[in-house]
């Protein structure tokens, strides 16, 4: 569905934010198949990663094509799109605004280019030095950032901007020499899929905070943010993109090089809520990792009940655990309308006072005179649980014991996960009875961290767990240096600015990049 302001958004809540996907990356280097609609299918299986923009680059060795739009895959692209995006090797991307408002002009993949080549660079994560490196680029230039090469002069305000920019400031410079001297200047979260015109390019941070696998195609290679896009294309998994490392595919094969020593530390969001269930993530299925979580859930805050339901479709595995431990029956409770996030159409004010009516409606027979445990993946600011429980007890409801399968988010994230700011967090100033009084459940059970890590089989030295416990694995610049908005200052939005740009081509760098419409006003962290 879509906000007041007209950003589109998956939450329950027309007015909650839940927290939001970071982004999706997939590229494809396989000559004689169609690589667009393999890259469009790739993202469709990631598309819950990210639902604001959308873009495809594509290139047969001689030219790269790029066509992006802000909405969703099946809204950007369509088939006479796809038919005119030709070559042998793709890269694409499905965008959540971490670093820079939602607009047209800040759609991926993002556009370099020098005197003989092109680059086009998709990214999944977030930057924490980011104004940093855009000194460097200035740098480069002259300070004049004005006059640097592709979209950073253009008004691009993203983070993948800057990445772009750097790797094309040198014109005798090869991509791969480039790759080499740029990714090691880069602080933060980054799975980058990235290509010029003749080979493919992924990298992944020093952490691997996001995840990024290798697949293999009977005619080529495939690279993505998720196991599950590799099986939509029937690519089968090879590996991980290991942390610290840069991959090139071309004609030549596959090649790889270390531009850092690797210190995983995986965001334990993934297992939690981000990734899909069907994904696998560092040999542990995400699927199992939830459903783990779930025993865990019911070992450590047992309670009397009559049914077990989830909070579609998120909480279900976990649930599926919870019931499994407890004894307790499983079913489904509410159901579910799967299309309402599909427009961009805004409700009226009286649909909208019905809330998350718009998504869930409750099964009364089910409901009524029984004893609930309600299990969710996460609580942020707890508007969703608290309307939640008060439509089960709407439809006859006679107790609503409420269990999360994470620990309290207490802590924003600048890995490239957009929460809410900490002073939003109901975790922040409560303790476990008063956030349960809050949203009016008769109980409230949050698992515990150890319980979450171990349901992960992930050691936890090789864990992000900054969102729960305050501890950030890469070190923090200063709060003037961090936040969605930080290259914002440096190209404001004009006030008055038109909401939607004009239908066109923009030319970069001797590139023809397509637009079909649509653009949306500065979107800023809160």
Known sequence: MARPDGRLTHDLLPDERLPQDACGVFGVWAPGEEVAKLTYFGLYALQHRGQEAAGIATSDGRRLLVYKDVGLVSQVFDEAALASLQGHLAVGHCRYSTTGRNSWENAQPTLGGTADRTVALTHNGNLINTAELRDLLAEAHGGDLSS???????????????????????DEESVEDAAMRVLPQLRGAFSLVFCDESTLYAARDPQGVRPLVLGRLERGWVVASETAALDIVGASVVREVEPGELIAIDENGL?????????????VFEWVYLARPDTTIAGREVYDARVEMGR????????????????PESGTPAAIGYAEASGIPFGHGLVKNAYVGRTFIAPSQTIRQLGIRLKLNPLRDVIRGKRLVVVDDSIVRGNTQRALVRMLREAGASEVHVR???????????????????????????DVESIAHSIGADSLGYISEDGMIEATAQPRTALCTACFSGDYPIELPSADKLGKDVLELQFPVQEGAADVTSVGTLDVEGVAVTASGGAEASVLRP
């Open 255 to 267: 090649r790889s090089q270390r531009f850092a020593e690797p210190a995983p530390k995986r965001c």
């Open 148 to 170: 640097s090469r592709g979209e950073v002069a253009r008004g691009n305000t993203t983070d993948t901007a800057i990445i772009t920019g750097l790797l094309t400031v040198d």
């Open 404 to 430: 999360i399968s994470s620990p309290p988010v207490r802590w924003p994230c600048f890995y490239g996960i957009d929460f809410a700011t900490r002073a939003e967090l109901i975790a922040t100033g409560l």
């Open 296 to 311: 865990r859930l019911a070992a450590e805050h047992p309670v009397e009940a009559d049914l077990v339901m989830p909070t």
